[in-house]
């Protein structure tokens, strides 16, 4: 097979908007990130877990040259992120966690900077996103609830259509209309086949909006996997109230099922896989209720956290 062209092996390396290879950042002998190996695809929105302290923010600095690797590299939009740290910059939306805007300035006069900075004609998209985001856009900064300053915030990053957005903590501080408004904004963006690496700690809202997830824990990628894949291999939790308590061995040769709790009456079951096997056992008992709580990304980074995670991982 012949090797592959330079235009190939070009368009290859474009298709993952995001790639790092061993990237790692130590601040002197303090830990930062260590041997990072990812990629963000091109058009999905990938969303990027972790606690405080975990090394998110550390990443994102680094994939936007604002800090160096102490090793590794990564590339963004095909290119590298130390040569070429300007042209990415040009075709990139970021969000930081800890925003910072000009107090004297006013919403308006933000995007007209911004805009200005990135050589745009005009405001861009900035006008149909100050209504759809209800911005108060023409009061100074200052005078602005954190809401508000994060609305602001959510302008400049989308005002210029980029292609990728680098989003942290995005929903801050947004009440929950305004987070369902974003949540359409990150779907327009993705289906025009533009990207979003979206970082946060708000599990829930990454397994609503992403694609796949990477979950970073003391600075080291524990899992990158689609949300229905670690949905699948998670435990689902099932609770059984019977009549009178089943024997103890009665569940222990069913598929996929284990006993998690025994409480008098009330059984709580670990279920792997289909849920049939257990629902042809209970049959032959007197159940009086039955609940059950799906898998999330909750129980995958907590089972992770207390060290529980090789069967996610």
Do not use: W
Request: a negative charge.
């Amino acid at each position: 097979m012949p090797a592959p062209s330079a235009r190939t092996r070009q368009a290859e390396a474009v298709a993952a908007s995001i790639r790092a290879e061993r990237l790692t950042k130590f601040y002197g002998a303090s830990r930062g990130v260590v041997d990072l190996d990812f990629e963000v695809r091109e058009g999905e929105v990938f969303g990027f877990l972790g606690p405080n302290g975990a090394g998110k923010s550390t990443t994102i600095r680094l994939l936007l040259d604002l800090i160096r690797p102490t090793a590794g590299r990564a590339e963004v939009l095909g290119l590298d992120t130390r040569r070429d740290a300007v042209a990415i910059r040009r075709r990139i939306g970021y969000l930081p966690g800890d925003l910072r805007l000009y107090d004297r300035l006013t919403g308006r006069e933000h995007c007209e900077y911004f805009g200005h900075l990135r050589g745009m004609e005009g405001l861009g998209d900035a006008p149909a996103l100050m209504e759809r985001l209800a911005v108060e856009i023409d009061r100074p900064v200052r005078d602005l609830s954190r809401g508000n300053k994060q609305k602001v915030g959510l302008l400049q990053a989308f005002m210029s259509r980029p292609d990728l957005l680098i989003l942290d903590e995005p929903t801050s501080g947004l009440d929950p209309l305004m987070q369902q408004v974003f949540y359409d904004l990150l779907g327009e963006a993705t289906g025009e086949g533009r990207t979003v690496f979206l970082s946060s700690h708000n599990l829930a809202e990454v397994q609503h909006v992403a694609d796949r997830v990477g979950l970073v824990m003391d600075g080291q990628l524990k899992l990158v996997d689609s949300v229905e894949t670690l949905r699948a291999r998670a435990v689902t939790r099932v609770e059984a109230t019977f009549d009178q308590p089943p024997p103890a061995d009665a569940f222990a040769a069913v598929a996929g099922v284990g006993e998690l709790e025994r409480r008098g009456n009330r059984v709580v079951f670990g279920l792997r896989g289909p849920a049939d096997p257990l629902v042809k056992a209970l049959s032959h008992y007197t159940v009086l209720a039955l609940d059950s709580h799906e898998a999330d990304l909750e129980d995958i980074f907590l089972s992770l956290y207390r060290g529980e995670g090789s069967d996610a991982e």
